[in-house]
């Protein structure tokens, strides 16, 4: 099975990422869930993107190059969220790994990834955050780094479907997403 890093969203380490890593682990994998802003969360988005500005994205990517520092160099990047652009920060210094997971989030693909890096995707449609034309712009980051990528969208379901605590929550594409999600990561 992958050896996992899970990167937080925006609202910071709380109950729905620490349950994603769980749900990752009773299939098999390994995955560490680093705490990106040692020890604050935010109970509204509004507060997180507060959180994230005050933390800083220097403090923040910092905090995931330490977390993944001792992990095998195939370790697949996940990112909720805000933790979709953790990923992509990481990207350039992990020319190994062995695939990439976004949930709720997008992120630019290097054209120094290697090719058929394996990438799939898991947004709402429409996505306040990522609208059309910026899932469009990650396609083509992704062709152009020739990395192998599937987008999911999920029309009509809000921007954090995947948590039960929001208004977003969508429990029909939550399933959906963590069956295509764990397809993937048992394919690697």
């Keep these: 099975m ?3 890093v899970l990167f937080h969203s925006v609202y910071g380490l709380r ?8 749900r990752l682990r009773a299939d098999g994998h390994e995955v560490r869930a680093p705490d990106l802003y040692a020890g604050r969360s935010a109970a509204t988005i509004a507060d997180g993107f507060a959180l ?5 994205w220097a403090a923040i990517t910092e905090r995931a190059r330490d977390a993944v520092r001792d992990l095998p160099a195939t370790t697949v990047l996940a990112g909720i969220s805000m933790g979709a652009s953790v990923a992509e920060a990481l990207l350039p210094t992990r020319p190994e790994t062995a695939g990439v997971l976004l949930w709720h989030g997008l992120a630019e693909i290097p054209a120094t990834t290697r090719p058929g890096l394996p990438v799939q995707v898991h947004i709402a449609d429409p996505d306040q955050y990522f609208p ?7 396609q083509q980051s992704a062709a152009a780094a020739e990395a192998v990528t599937t987008v999911f969208t999920y029309p009509g379901a809000g921007h954090f479907y995947t948590d039960p605590t929001l208004a977003d929550h969508d ?3 939550s399933e959906l997403t963590w069956q ?9």
Aim: aromatic share 6%.
């Design 132 to 138: 059309a034309a910026r899932v469009a712009s990650f």
């Design 180 to 188: 295509r999600s764990l397809r993937f990561l048992r394919d690697l």
């Design 2 to 4: 992958a050896v996992i």
């Design 171 to 173: 429990r029909p594409a």
């Design 15 to 22: 109950h729905v990422e620490i349950a994603a890593a769980d």
């Design 52 to 56: 994230a500005e005050r933390t800083g």
